[in-house]
């Protein structure tokens, strides 16, 4: 498996020292950078490239927010994950807005953090599992997406439907008896009908159309 290089960004030396312990522990990641906020976070991306970066939000001068914006802009390949201690349904808003591919806090467990960066680097998103589905209920359904869903086939709309639900290409691909690599295809065509970037976003649409129940959730 190839070796996946990483940037910690946080203003808490101690933190960005635990973090950087738990990453030591696998051998397919290699942390090549550290930042303690998020100017250096930026320039860290410009420079390195990394395949992907651990942002905290509350840092100055430029939060993890604002270095996340510019690290899409500068550095697009770079997967960014937001691992912070505010539990809060606004900022993962404004995660998802940005660009991260994930959220998590920081009271996740080592195999936990382990796994989201996995998840992350093939591609995929994760988020916070209580947080998401507190920001889900809260859309207002009342809304223009039900035009752009009705640009779905009726297969990507059970395709969207399983990732509004968190599930992963392998596991779509076991419950409709296609191949993953089927479910990729169609994940790509659902997320350029629809004009969004990423799962999270194809989901967020999904649930303002009322494509599922809030007790689905």
Same mark, same amino acid.
Request: hydrophobic content about 45%; overall charge negative.
């Given at each position: 498996?190839?070796?996946?290089?990483?940037?910690?960004?946080?203003?808490?030396?101690?933190?960005?020292?635990?973090?950087?312990?738990?990453?030591?522990?696998?051998?397919? #990641?290699?942390?090549?950078?550290?930042?303690?906020?998020?100017?250096?976070?930026?320039?860290?991306?410009?420079?390195?490239?990394?395949? #992907?970066?651990? #942002?905290?939000?509350?840092?100055?001068?430029?939060?993890?927010?604002?270095?996340?914006?510019?690290?899409?802009?500068?550095?697009?390949?770079?997967?960014?994950?937001?691992?912070?201690?505010?539990?809060?349904?606004?900022?993962?808003?404004?995660?998802?807005?940005?660009?991260? %591919?994930?959220?998590?806090?920081?009271?996740?467990?080592?195999?936990?953090?382990?796994?989201?960066?996995?998840?992350?680097?093939?591609?995929?998103?994760?988020?916070?599992?209580?947080?998401?589905?507190? #920001?889900?209920?809260?859309?207002?359904?009342?809304?223009?997406?039900?035009?752009?869903?009705?640009?779905?086939?009726?297969?990507?709309?059970?395709?969207?439907? %399983?990732?509004?639900?968190?599930?992963?290409?392998?596991?779509?691909?076991?419950?409709? %008896?296609?191949?993953?690599?089927?479910?990729?295809?169609?994940?790509?065509?659902?997320?350029?009908?629809?004009?969004?970037?990423?799962?999270?976003?194809?989901?967020?649409?999904?649930?303002?159309?009322?494509?599922?129940?809030?007790?689905?959730?």
């Amino acid at each position: 498996m190839k070796t996946a290089s990483i940037v910690i960004a946080d203003d808490h030396d101690l933190a960005r020292s635990g973090i950087a312990a738990v990453l030591a522990t696998s051998e397919n #990641l290699d942390i090549v950078g550290q930042a303690k906020n998020g100017l250096e976070a930026v320039e860290l991306c410009d420079r390195l490239r990394p395949d #992907l970066i651990l #942002l905290d939000i509350r840092m100055t001068p430029l939060d993890g927010l604002g270095a996340a914006a510019e690290i899409r802009k500068i550095a697009p390949d770079t997967k960014i994950v937001m691992l912070t201690m505010h539990e809060s349904i606004d900022y993962l808003s404004a995660a998802i807005k940005v660009g991260a %591919s994930g959220y998590l806090l920081k009271d996740v467990s080592r195999d936990g953090l382990l796994r989201t960066i996995d998840i992350v680097l093939e591609g995929q998103a994760f988020f916070d599992a209580d947080l998401m589905r507190k #920001l889900l209920a809260r859309i207002d359904r009342e809304s223009p997406a039900e035009t752009v869903i009705e640009r779905l086939t009726n297969r990507e709309r059970e395709i969207l439907c %399983s990732l509004t639900t968190g599930e992963t290409n392998k596991g779509i691909a076991r419950a409709l %008896s296609i191949s993953p690599g089927t479910v990729k295809v169609h994940v790509e065509r659902i997320l350029s009908k629809l004009g969004v970037n990423d799962r999270t976003q194809a989901a967020v649409l999904a649930i303002q159309a009322g494509l599922l129940r809030k007790d689905e959730l």
